[in-house]
């Protein structure tokens, strides 16, 4: 099983970038994906969330501006970035979650949000 979160970089304050999440799994449409943060000093922390019917939810942080989605014909889960702030700037990672059958981490990516 490996998730591949790809799309981070380096953007000045009120700018966009999209972060995208492929999945090697295999029924990747049952599981819920979910994006989650990191910033230096501070604890992970919920970004954004999909379950497999579709349903999102969003830290309060981030509602607004951020936007995820999914498409299982690509086992790929979106996280769509906007106005972003300095205070975002942190390593996202994917989780793909199927409980009990298995909970799964990607590497992260690294989002830099200069003033």
């Known amino acids: 099983v490996q998730l591949q979160a790809s799309g981070g970089g380096l953007v000045q304050a009120g700018g966009s970038l999209r972060l995208s999440c492929r999945a090697s799994i295999s029924m990747f449409s049952l599981h819920d994906m979910t994006w989650y943060r990191q910033a230096p000093g501070k604890q992970r922390e919920l970004v954004a969330g999909?379950?497999?019917?579709?349903?999102?939810d969003y830290a309060d942080s981030v509602k607004g501006r951020f936007t995820i989605s999914r498409d299982n014909a690509k086992n790929t889960v979106y996280l769509q970035m906007n106005d972003l702030k300095p205070e975002d700037t942190a390593v996202y990672y994917c989780?793909?979650?199927?409980?009990?059958?298995?909970?799964?981490w990607g590497q992260g990516t690294l989002v830099t949000v200069s003033s």
């Open positions: 999909i379950t497999s019917g579709g349903r999102t």
């Open positions: 989780n793909a979650d199927r409980r009990p059958f298995g909970v799964f």
